[in-house]
């Protein structure tokens, strides 16, 4: 934690400011150890302060080592300006993105109310940007939720049968996950089938699986505050001709993206080395999302791997490569795996196989 803070306070500089305010509780625990549903992070070049209510004074003691903790009894706009100059802080940076805008207001109503000199400056990814490099304990409690998500995968073959509805088995994915040692899910489980199949982010529903049709399953574990994030397709009963093509088209979009992609590779040509090989089977139209998207404490983060991404491939980063083809009125087919960068190469971390043919009709 010292050296993550040590790292941002360098940064500091670049952004023309003598401390941060952080509010993003991802960016929090990062920073802090700090897990609770509620707080703010002031971090100078003199110091860091981690304010917090009631609730959760004890459990930040115990959470967070070298960290002053003050209860907060006032709201965020008058806790700052009472601290802020204790803190050496005359231009304060602080996250555009998690900062609501009532906030923002309350803070300039604060400072022109008492004269303060404090100026705030708006900045973007300022922690984000350190996050998306992962240690090796970070990377140590991403695999193990992977393994997790591979398990559920191994559940899914013995378990799923038609008859059952969306609803039913989300459920029965959820129980095997958290009985496996997942904390909360990271998102909720999708279990798509049929024409479901063809909504990327499709909600269980009541609806029957049934036979001969395509299944999208995207499920993820969470292990310490990380994440994994896997999904497979599948089809019970008979083999279908149409399902097979989408799906060789997919998995191959897919594969090849595994091995193509390399370390300093831009994001944007990664997406298209995958992009590319399903517009040129003639489903282009039927891909309509990023390759992928960062993941750690948060399901979406950086990287992007996207068509309009600024980013590049890095060791170290984590993130999925999930191409997809989704057909409306018939159904879908994504194929997902949370991938690394290991010695310039992508190296999956979810190595559940691939097989989507079940004979549980």
């Not at 209510?53 to 959470?63: S, W």
């Not at 279990?191 to 001969?212: E, Q, W």
């Amino acid at each position: 934690m010292k050296k993550r803070i040590s790292l941002l306070k360098q940064k500091l500089d670049s952004f023309s400011a003598d401390g941060i305010l952080i509010g993003s509780l991802p960016n929090i625990r990062y920073l802090t150890g700090f897990t609770g549903s509620a707080g703010w992070l002031i971090i100078s070049q003199k110091n860091s302060l981690l304010g917090v209510d009631f609730r959760y004074v004890e459990q930040a003691k115990i959470e967070t080592a070298d960290m002053d903790i003050i209860h907060l009894k006032k709201d965020i706009s008058e806790w700052l300006i009472d601290v802020y100059g204790e803190l050496g802080i005359k231009k304060l940076a602080i996250e555009s993105d998690y900062l609501s805008f009532s906030q923002y207001q309350k803070l300039h109503q604060v400072i022109k109310k008492k004269n303060s000199k404090l100026q705030l400056i708006p900045v973007q990814n300022a922690v984000e940007s350190l996050r998306i490099l992962k240690d090796r304990e970070e990377l140590g409690k991403i695999e193990k939720a992977c393994e997790i998500v591979d398990d559920a995968v191994e559940f899914i073959k013995c378990q799923l049968k038609a008859g059952k509805t969306e609803k039913q088995f989300a459920w029965e994915l959820e129980c095997f996950i958290r009985s496996k040692g997942s904390e909360s899910l990271p998102f909720d489980i999708i279990v798509a089938s049929g024409s479901n199949a063809a909504l990327p982010h499709a909600k269980p529903t009541d609806k029957i699986i049934g036979t001969g049709e395509p299944i999208i399953i995207d499920m993820g574990a969470r292990y310490r505050g990380y994440c994994s994030d896997i999904t497979r397709t599948f089809i019970i009963g008979e083999e279908d001709s149409n399902f097979n093509k989408i799906y060789n088209i997919v998995l191959s979009a897919q594969l090849s993206g595994i091995s193509l992609i390399k370390e300093n590779m831009k994001a944007t040509n990664a997406d298209d080395i995958v992009r590319s090989m399903i517009s040129n089977a003639g489903y282009g139209e039927y891909f309509g999302h990023g390759l992928g998207h960062g993941i750690g404490l948060e399901t979406h983060e950086l990287p992007r791997i996207s068509m309009v991404s600024d980013d590049e491939i890095k060791a170290g980063m984590v993130f999925t490569i999930e191409p997809g083809i989704y057909m409306p009125g018939w159904g879908g087919v994504r194929i997902e795996d949370t991938v690394t960068v290991v010695n310039g190469q992508v190296v999956c971390m979810t190595k559940a196989n691939k097989n989507a043919l079940l004979n549980g009709g």
